[in-house]
C-alpha cells in the first residue's frame, strides 16, 4: 500500500520558519517528480512547490518564490519543504503529492490533476 505521510506543521509566528517532511512508502518515487499543494480554509487547493526525480530542477508559486525551498532524498524516499520568513496568508494544510511516473513538462508540477499518490496533510498556521 502507497502512502504518504506529511509532519512538521504546527503554529508559528509571522517570520518563523518550519520544516515540513514527507515520508514515502510502498513504492520508490526516486523516478518520479513530487510536490507540495496547500489549502486554506475556504478555498481551493493551490499548488506550492515542485521538484524533479532527480532535484535538479524545481518550481515554485509565485506566492512562495523566495522563501519556501523544496529538496528530496532519494535514499530516504522522502521530500521536504523548508518554509521562511512565514506570513499569516501561508495558513493552510499543506499536502504532499507524488507522480506516479516521470514527467519532464512543468505543466505536470503545477497541476494537482497529474499526481496519483497523495497524504493527508499537516496544518501549518501562522499568528500575526
Known amino acids: 500500500q502507497v502512502q504518504l505521510v506529511e509532519s512538521g506543521g504546527g503554529l508559528v509566528q509571522a517570520g518563523d520558519s518550519l520544516r515540513l517532511s514527507c515520508a514515502a512508502s510502498?513504492?520508490?518515487?526516486?523516478?518520479?517528480?513530487m510536490g507540495w499543494f496547500r489549502q486554506a480554509p475556504g478555498k481551493a487547493r493551490e499548488f506550492v512547490a515542485g521538484?524533479?526525480?532527480?532535484?535538479?530542477?524545481?518550481y515554485y508559486s509565485d506566492s512562495v518564490k523566495g522563501r519556501f525551498t523544496i529538496s528530496r532524498d532519494n535514499t530516504r524516499n522522502a521530500v521536504y519543504l523548508q518554509m521562511n520568513s512565514l506570513k499569516p496568508e501561508d495558513t493552510a494544510v499543506y499536502f504532499c503529492?507524488?507522480?506516479?511516473?516521470?514527467?519532464?513538462?512543468?505543466?505536470?508540477?503545477?497541476?494537482?490533476?497529474?499526481?496519483?499518490?497523495w497524504g493527508q496533510g499537516t496544518q501549518v498556521t501562522v499568528a500575526s
Open positions: 503529492a507524488a507522480h506516479s511516473t516521470s514527467y519532464i513538462m512543468r505543466t505536470f508540477y503545477y497541476s494537482d490533476a497529474a499526481y496519483a499518490y
Open positions: 521538484i524533479t526525480l532527480s532535484g535538479s530542477t524545481t
Open positions: 510502498g513504492r520508490s518515487f526516486s523516478n518520479s517528480g
